[in-house]
């Protein structure tokens, strides 16, 4: 018996007996875990959270004979005002806001350097009159030519342009204000070293009257005619949009996006203030080309996958539940994509939130109000 227990005992360290047995406890435990995992993983499933969703209610878009565009509102003529000459800024008396009056001065370059370029011209001029005065006395006598008093006589004349030019510089030295109106921004600060022509305020004349501006597709500008009326809207009209005139289009589009800019005039009494942005609605004219008819504008996150002219969307029913509906697009409008083909008036589209939507799957809208009941 002793020796059957001892070749037994040798037997279990040489197999390993005991790491067998931890083995299969461990293989017993994660078969445990897996169980409860599995049920927890069902639970999940059955507990699935439905996606939150923005949705929109598709409709005929308003406005539709109407080219639309964006833009500011600002003076008819807004001027940039610098100096002639380069040089030392040494003061500016306004800054951007400040209402002005016509004549008065604005801004001055340090003097010394212009002075000193008038007072070699005046130095050039008393030169240039001794000479001529010298040749003439000579030339009486008969002891020079014609030709020498000619030319002397000639850069008399070259000196007193020159001085009358240095003169001017030194009047263009200081920025007079040439009319009443508004700084609308301020480009440069004392003890700048400014170069000749460079702008250091921009002067909204007022009595040039408030006109807005917007940019006009190449496509769209074709349909808009000078001196024809358009509707703005604006923050400071009100309500209701005022009806203004197009006073100019522009000969060439804008070389960063190629849009047109369009100016309109107001009338005097309902001009909003200059920097209000506005929208500006333009009829089309008769015969122009529009957008098809029965086609609708969605928003650019609601189409999925989009190739060539077509793409999918996910339509919502009364359920709430997402559908995958393939649709016919008609290229980018402003403020979305042109839906040709796949949708109906009253349908409910997902436009925002999509991505984690799968086809057939019940969704959250976000507004309450936007929800079906079933």
């Known amino acids: 018996m002793p020796s059957f227990m001892s070749g ?23 078969m445990l875990a897996g169980c409860t995992g599995s049920k927890a993983s069902t639970t999940g499933i ?13 409709a005929p878009v308003a406005e539709e004979g109407y080219i639309r565009a964006s833009g500011l509102t600002g003076y008819k ?18 800054d951007a806001g400040e209402r002005v009056v016509a004549g008065q001065a604005l801004a001055a370059l340090k003097p010394v ?15 240039a009159e001794t000479d001529l005065a010298r040749n003439q006395a000579l030339f009486d006598k008969g002891f020079v030519a014609q030709a020498r008093l000619d030319d002397a006589k000639l850069a008399v004349e070259r000196a007193k ?40 305020l921009t002067l909204g004349e007022t009595g040039s009257g408030i006109v807005a501006r917007v940019g006009i597709r190449a496509r769209d500008v074709r349909d808009i005619r000078l001196g024809g009326p358009a509707l703005v809207r604006g923050s400071e009209l009100g309500d209701s949009p005022v009806t203004g005139k197009v006073t100019a289009i522009a000969a060439s589009g804008d070389s960063a996006n190629g ?12 001009a909003p203030p200059p920097g209000v942005v506005i929208i500006g609605l333009f009829p089309r004219q008769a015969g122009a080309e529009s957008r098809p008819a029965g086609s609708f504008l969605v928003p650019p996150l609601a189409i999925f996958d989009a190739r060539a002219d077509q793409g999918f969307i996910y339509v919502v029913d009364a359920a709430n539940i997402a559908r995958r509906r393939v649709v016919t697009t008609g290229g980018l409008a402003r403020g979305g994509i042109i839906v040709l083909d796949g949708l109906a008036q009253g349908e409910r589209i997902i436009a925002a939130g999509g991505a984690y939507v799968r086809d057939g799957q019940q969704v959250q809208p976000e507004d309450p109000a936007a929800a079906a009941k079933p």
Request: charge should be neutral.
């Open 161 to 200: 342009a020159a001085q009358a030019a240095r003169n001017f510089d030194r009047s263009t030295a200081i920025i007079i204000a040439p009319a009443g109106g508004m700084i609308l921004a301020r480009q440069a600060e004392p003890a700048q070293i400014i170069a000749a022509g460079a702008p250091v």
């Open 77 to 94: 003529r807004e001027l940039a005002l610098g100096f002639k000459v380069g040089g030392v800024i040494a003061r500016i008396s306004v």
């Open 46 to 58: 059955v507990a699935e959270e439905r996606p939150r969703v923005e949705l929109v209610t598709i």
């Open 8 to 30: 037994f005992m040798d037997h279990r360290r040489k197999t390993g007996f005991p790491a067998l047995l931890g083995l299969a406890g461990v293989a017993a435990l994660a």
């Open 113 to 127: 350097e212009v002075a000193a370029a008038n007072q070699e011209a005046e130095a050039a001029l008393v030169k």
């Open 259 to 270: 849009d047109f800019e369009i100016e309109i005039a107001f009338p005097n009494a309902k």
